[in-house]
């Protein structure tokens, strides 16, 4: 086996041979580098899935105001796009949740680091009623039923004036019964719920859900970016032994380092930028879903606006 850099373009004989050593270290930086990329990838896909959810429910508070709840069983198809929308949330944050179990162990060489992690989801889980009854709901919605059942519309006058303005808020209902039929949940947190009556209103829960996720991925960017860093600055090191060419518009071209078997290449690992490019664009959209149930939208005028 041997190692070299190379561009791999038809016409470039250039090439630097590179250790065992300093490709198995390359193989492993990049490694931790897209795993701690595809863990802000998957935190994308919670929030995202999280915005559809929050504007669907403000479209559809909009449009029962201005158009009505339509005919029969139009009504219904809010409910439906609700249980859709949550549903696909659940699916993404479980999906996140075991992703970042996996990647701590490879991205925290620190055993201190990754053992915190799943502290953090054990902390989230026994002190947020809302952080369990998400997890339970998921469960309940992969295997026995949805997790929203109805939806309840309320409209509140902003001012005592006669005319005044008026709020339509909307609010996706669990009903708790359901959940007492299916056997198969956590007993300990159907009781929790079931002390609060009769039903809950899941908005607010579901918010809190996902800031508990945000809080949760910032401490692990928090421990990640600085190996991310120091991992980004090795590669960029060791393609800095590519000569140069020596024209002065040299077109920008991938350089890899790669591992041949006689005259097979047997893999073949990319050395640009675009890792470290990509990972700072999503962690900085991403970081901000640490203020999910702080911040709201509201169609509300101001007192001063009529």
């Known amino acids: 086996m041997h190692y070299i850099l190379n561009r791999f373009i038809l016409g470039d004989t250039r090439e630097v041979l590179i ?15 897209q795993l701690t990329i595809a863990s802000e990838e998957k935190f994308d896909a919670v929030a995202r899935n999280y915005l559809d959810f929050e504007s669907d429910m403000l479209t559809s508070s909009l449009e029962t105001a201005l158009v009505g709840f339509g005919q029969g069983m139009e009504q219904m198809g809010i409910r439906r796009l609700l249980n859709r929308k949550l549903s696909n949330l659940l699916s993404a944050t479980r999906s996140y949740v075991d992703f970042i179990r996996h990647a701590t162990k490879i991205v925290l060489p620190n055993e201190a680091d990754s053992k915190k992690i799943a502290e953090l989801f054990s902390e989230h889980y026994d002190t947020s009623l809302a952080y369990r009854t998400l997890d339970v709901l998921r469960n309940h919605a992969q295997h026995a039923g949805f997790p929203i059942q109805s939806i309840e519309y309320t409209t509140t006058a902003l001012h005592e004036m006669p005319g005044t303005s008026l709020k339509k808020t909307i609010a996706p209902i669990l009903n708790i019964e359901e959940l007492e039929q299916n056997k198969e949940l956590k007993k300990s947190v159907v009781s929790e719920l079931t002390q609060r009556g009769k039903k809950v209103n899941l908005k607010c829960f579901v918010r809190e859900y996902v800031a508990s996720m945000a809080s949760i991925h910032e401490h692990f960017r928090e421990l990640a970016s600085p190996i991310f860093s120091k991992d980004a600055l090795f590669i ?9 060419s020596t024209g002065t518009t040299e077109i920008p071209v991938p350089l890899y380092a790669a591992s041949f078997d006689g005259a097979q290449c047997i893999k073949k690992i990319y050395l640009g930028d675009g890792l470290q490019k990509y990972g700072a664009f999503l962690a900085a959209g991403n970081a901000h879903f640490t203020r999910t149930g702080i911040y709201f939208v509201s169609g509300e005028s101001e007192k001063d606006d009529t």
């Open 236 to 244: 960029q090191e060791l393609a800095k032994a590519f000569p140069s």
């Open 19 to 33: 250790s065992s050593d300093q490709f198995s270290e390359t193989a492993n930086a990049h490694e931790r580098m």
